[in-house]
């Protein structure tokens, strides 16, 4: 993965973090927007720079396991587990959080959201703002993706420059993110496994390093504000269209400008219609996908149709994304 950024401004970074001021940078899964999470004057500029309800819990980015005992009270056998086998990487626990978590940062609820990030440029970040661990309580920085509430995560250094402009003190520049679906995110804070968000690891993963199934949020899992029905959408109103009736979908809507999102490639003789082509494979697919319907959203269409991907079980993080983009306002 190309690092397009230097170790000086890596330390100037990490100096803008120590000052309270918010750094977006790249992480596997979507650009974050970081602050130091002990100070709650700097995390409460992530909920004004991104539009964001202040009881919506932030994730604490770590540079190593060792940090975790400051942010979690236990880290019980089956999140030691999945941290050896899935940290560094694109997967969120939900701990049981210790005294000192500022109410901020957990949205007030008795739990924290932490991870470690396996992108080189948020790694090199998060060792220089931790410094010597030992000097230093709560070294962790609280990110969220770095886009405006309810909007598309960016995956480039420019989509957060076009989504938060002067909002943000430093963004930092890992070119595109490999994954490009949030991270899975898995509750283990109440002896069980509890899938709140799906991403690229799936639930199948999770279960073979647990030797447990994965289950579904019941009534008292905590909240995961982030999984609103409408999130992650395009300004444009967006609709999901099995393969089958997507040539009838664009006949009704004949005379208008439509971009429509396919694995497939674009039939001849369409007029009005902006056709993207997606990877087949679903690593591509989520790869690329934010990008594309950033592009799609620029076009000024009246609708975005969007090939209904396969139903298997991997590609239950993009279908996520992609049924909370098609939830009407
Ligand atoms: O891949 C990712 O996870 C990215 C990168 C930047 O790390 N971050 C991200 O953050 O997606 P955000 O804030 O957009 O989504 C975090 C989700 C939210 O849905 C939030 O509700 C949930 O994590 N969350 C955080 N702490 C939680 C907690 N203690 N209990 C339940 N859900 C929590
Ligand atoms: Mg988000």
């Not at 992650?232 to 429509?260: F, H, I, N, S, W």
Request: net charge neutral; charged share 20%.
């Amino acid at each position: 993965m190309p690092t397009l950024t230097t170790p000086a401004e890596i330390e100037r970074a990490a100096a803008l973090l120590r000052a309270g001021a918010l750094v977006a940078f790249p992480t596997e899964t979507v650009y974050g927007l970081g602050a130091d999470a002990s100070n709650p004057e700097a995390v409460a500029r992530i909920f004004a720079a991104k539009g964001r309800p202040q009881d919506h819990p932030l994730i604490v980015h770590l540079a190593s396991v060792e940090l975790l005992p400051q942010w979690a009270k236990a880290f019980p056998p089956a999140a030691q587990k999945l941290a050896a086998a899935f940290w560094p990487g694109p997967l969120t626990l939900i701990l049981e959080r210790s005294g000192g978590v500022p109410d901020c940062v957990t949205g007030g609820q008795d739990s924290v959201g932490v991870r470690i990030p396996g992108h080189p440029v948020a790694l090199a970040l998060l060792r220089a703002f931790s410094g010597d661990a030992g000097a230093r309580r709560y070294c962790g920085v609280a990110a969220p993706s770095a886009n405006r509430f309810g909007r598309v995560s960016p995956t480039t250094a420019a989509h957060v420059r076009d989504e938060l402009g002067d909002a943000v003190a430093g963004v930092l520049d890992g070119g595109e993110c490999d994954v490009g679906i949030e991270s899975t995110i898995v509750d283990v804070s109440r002896g069980r496994a509890v899938l709140l968000r799906p991403g690229q690891i799936t639930p199948a993963q999770i279960a073979a390093v647990i030797g447990a199934e994965v289950e579904l949020p019941d009534a008292d899992a905590p909240r995961v504000p982030g999984a609103l029905a409408s999130h992650y959408a395009p300004r444009t109103p967006l609709a999901l269209v099995p393969a089958a009736e997507l040539a009838a979908q664009l006949a009704a809507l004949r005379g208008k400008r439509v971009a429509v999102l396919s694995r497939a490639e674009a039939p001849g003789g369409l007029k009005d219609v902006s056709w993207q082509s997606a990877p087949r494979a679903v690593a591509g697919y989520a790869h690329e996908l934010y990008a594309s319907l950033r592009r799609l959203d620029a076009l000024d269409c009246v609708q975005i149709l969007v090939e209904t991907p396969p139903g298997t079980p991997e590609w239950q993080g993009v279908n996520d994304r992609l049924n909370r983009a098609a939830s009407t306002r």
